[in-house]
């Protein structure tokens, strides 16, 4: 017998092309919308049996706002949170909050299926594999960026950080592709895509965020062969 579903998430195509895809296989889809203010309202007022809800960023803040408000007037309605692969933390908010599942946005829809019908009967809805990832960060976790120059580090790839590099010793863009083998135009790319990362909005900028938080110091730099 197919669940009372509700489908919120960032994104209205996505939301809209898994509720069509729910709908085939037989479960009846009350509302599929994006989350905004007023979407806790909507899954209170209509009490699906299962809310389904997206998110980007699982780890940020009051993300989980919504779950918990839900789950405090509407504790019949189980939350399965669709999101990314999650931190430890994501998981871990996601069900503080009151989730009863968490599934990857790019399950099948087996997947989604299996972990709704799980949430309805009162089971936790989670892969084993994604719980198994979760706990294994927890029991050795990564070395966590610990100031501003490490935290814009994991932003860049070794090969924007070599660009980066480049920027702050002064060369531009011919002297930059030269000197990685790449196409100007590809070079244009990767500096535009440091800048963009870094929040900055020139070369200049770049090179003095760098400076200032320790960025390029010699213990964070990569090599360029690695």
Known sequence: MGARLMV???????????????????????????????????????????????????????????VARIRRERPQVAVVVLGPVPSPRGIAAAFAAGACGYVRHDERIEGVERAILKARTGEAAVAPALLQQAFGELLQPAA?????????????????????VRVADGEDTRVIAAGMGIAPST????????????????????????????????????DPGE
Not at 146 to 153: A, K, P
């Open 8 to 66: 919120v998430d960032d994104h209205r195509l996505h939301a809209e092309a898994l509720a069509s895809a729910l709908k085939l296989r037989g479960h009846r889809v009350l509302a599929a919308a994006a989350p905004a203010a007023g979407a806790a309202e909507l899954v209170i007022s209509r009490a699906p049996e299962v809310c389904l809800l997206g998110t980007a960023a699982p780890a940020e803040p009051g993300v989980f706002d919504p």
């Open 187 to 222: 070079a244009r790319t990767h500096v535009q895509r440091v800048l963009m990362k870094l929040g900055v909005g020139s070369r200049l900028e770049a090179a003095a965020l760098a400076a200032r938080t320790g960025l390029l110091d010699p213990a964070g730099r990569l």
């Open 144 to 164: 966590q960026p610990d100031d501003e120059g490490q935290r814009l580090r994991s932003l860049l790839t070794q090969r924007e950080l070599e660009v980066l």
